[in-house]
């Protein structure tokens, strides 16, 4: 479903993106890292909202630089800041979404898709009054009315409570079980080891590892966590100084 191969993005003399290779098949695939580890803006360039600076990359076997339209009439997108309007109702955000795709029979797969997020009692209320959870919800209807074969997702449960957490992922569980591809950052571990087929650790615009949870959990040894996997494979601003955390505490002991 997705193809990348060398792709790589520099924003001056920063490179956020270093030569990224990596496939995607119909799963559930979690990419993870630090703050600033290129995450978002590897997610941006396949979404067609920023251009590589090189290397290629194919989504639904389109290229997402020669062929943007095409890749965007496959897929949707939720970022992590809020995407929908808060002085219209939860219908009304869903029926401009699809509007903008030219939906044929628009009123019914609205419905639809309010129906599926479980928001049909509500969606004639504004979205100002609706909880963090219920918007995230209606995201995610507005990002399904197109029927997206790829759904790629920013930190989707960042900010949410247990409860909304726990019906998120539900509702994107239904969505691999319908055959939908899920790609989506977040940097919650435990919720990625539970949930996802397969993940990527990416450090500094690289991949440092990729695997199913089970594998890359096993390789580090009996009772491993994705957090040990993650802890092994990123480095801390003390380590990539040179120090140890050892080292770093002693120094900061003799200040």
């Known amino acids: 479903m997705i193809e990348i191969k060398k792709l790589s993005r520099s924003f001056g003399n920063l490179v956020a993106v270093d ?46 630089v020669k062929e943007s339209k095409k890749v965007r009439s496959k897929i949707s997108y939720v970022p992590q800041d809020m995407a929908v309007d808060r002085k219209l109702t939860g219908r009304e955000n869903v029926q401009l979404y699809a509007k903008l795709y030219g939906i044929p029979n628009r009123n019914s797969k609205v419905d639809e898709v309010i129906e599926m997020m479980g928001l049909s009692e509500r969606a004639g209320d504004l979205v100002a009054t609706y909880s963090g959870g219920m918007r995230r919800r209606l995201e995610l209807a507005q990002a399904l009315v ?13 900010g949410l409570d247990v ?5 998120i992922w539900e509702h994107i569980r239904m969505l691999k079980a319908e055959g939908m591809t899920i790609f989506m ?9 539970k949930y996802c ?3 990527a650790i990416i450090d500094k615009g690289r991949i440092a590892v990729v695997g199913s949870p089970e594998n890359l959990t096993s390789s580090i040894g009996e009772n491993a966590s994705l957090n040990d996997v993650f802890l092994e494979n990123v480095k801390t601003p003390e380590e990539q100084a040179g120090f140890n955390s050892n080292q770093f505490r002693n120094l900061l002991r003799r200040r």
């Open 19 to 64: 030569n990224l290779d990596l496939d995607v098949e119909n799963e559930i695939f979690g990419l993870l890292g630090p703050n600033g580890a290129g995450k978002s803006t590897t997610v941006m360039m396949l979404t067609t909202l920023l251009k590589p600076s090189s290397g290629t990359a194919k989504v639904c076997g389109y290229d997402i």
């Open 146 to 158: 197109h029927e997206p074969e790829v759904l790629f997702l920013d930190e989707p449960t960042l």
């Open 163 to 167: 409860s909304g957490r726990k019906k």
């Open 185 to 193: 950052t977040t940097h919650y571990l435990e919720e990625a080891e």
């Open 197 to 199: 087929n397969r993940v």
